[in-house]
Nanobody, 125 residues
């Protein structure tokens, strides 16, 4: 079973950019569909972006298209979330998650079986 560790979250100012990383253990990382989700205080966990195992297909939440980019480096067992033009409403705990191979990445939480511990992103004005 893969284990996931997120990093890169910190306090930033509105308009800044930030890159989150999610490092996975094990030799099967490249077979997993990977997703980034986030959960703000008092809100449900929501999809941010997802990517297929080969990185050939991606999914983005409509509200984040154009600002966030998901990518992966299977040689490094790492998936990234590049976030640009950060806004106050992007403040949340960001989680990465692994799910089984799919031809297209899923936005559903229940499509992912392994989750990281989360990394806090706080955007200030």
């Amino acid at each position: 079973q893969v284990q996931l560790v997120e990093s890169g979250g910190r306090l930033v100012q509105a308009g800044d950019s930030l890159r989150l990383s999610c490092a996975g253990s094990g030799r099967t990382f490249s077979t997993y569909t990977m997703g980034w989700f986030r959960q703000a205080p008092g809100k449900e966990r929501e999809i941010v972006a997802a990517i297929t195992s080969a990185g050939d297909s991606t999914y983005y939440a409509d509200s984040l298209k154009g600002r966030f980019t998901i990518s992966r480096d299977n040689a490094q067992n790492t998936v990234y979330l590049h976030m640009n033009s950060l806004r106050l409403e992007d403040t949340a705990v960001y989680y990465c998650a692994a799910g089984p191979w799919r031809s297209e990445p899923s936005a559903r939480l229940d499509a992912y079986h392994t989750w990281g511990q989360g990394t806090q992103v706080t955007v200030s004005s």
